[in-house]
């Protein structure tokens, strides 16, 4: 597999897993308006041309917020996540911004356990903050 950043080409790979991994998943269109934003940041695994997983992240000033993290349903388990969001923890070093932050399901107990084993804490909660279910958000962040 390889990282490389948002491209076009990307697009559709990225449309297929976020309709397979969400319930309320960001539009095709919305992620083609990203191309252009240059306060975010994209890594795309790909492997044999293949897009098999991606995690992108805001910046506002020193600080990164992480949008999304996905990867395809036959890919997980095989450390293509981990990869990915190494990728922007290095962008952030490299960049030297504060801190980088995230919210996840409160549910989501392997998201969990991966961000914690990136260096993430649990720093708060959003009650309600899911709208297909009305589920808690566990705020983690990491700083630098």
């Known amino acids: 597999m390889i990282i490389d950043n948002l491209k076009a080409q990307y697009i559709d790979g990225i449309d297929s897993i976020n309709r397979l991994s969400f319930s309320d998943p960001w539009s095709k269109n919305l992620m083609e308006q990203e191309l252009d934003n240059p306060n975010c940041y994209y890594a795309v695994g790909v492997d044999d041309g293949q897009v098999v997983g991606y995690a ?62 990136l260096g993430f804490l649990v720093e708060g909660e959003r009650k309600k903050y899911y709208s297909d279910n009305g589920e808690d958000a566990l705020i983690m962040t990491r700083r630098f």
């Open 56 to 117: 992108g992240m805001t910046v506002i000033a020193d600080e990164a917020n992480i949008t999304n993290v996905a990867t395809h349903p036959d890919c997980r388990q095989q450390g293509i996540g981990k990869a990915l969001l190494g990728k922007l923890i290095d962008i952030c070093i490299e960049k030297n911004f504060f801190l980088i932050t995230l919210e996840v399901r409160k549910s989501n107990i392997a998201a969990i356990s991966l961000y914690e084993s």
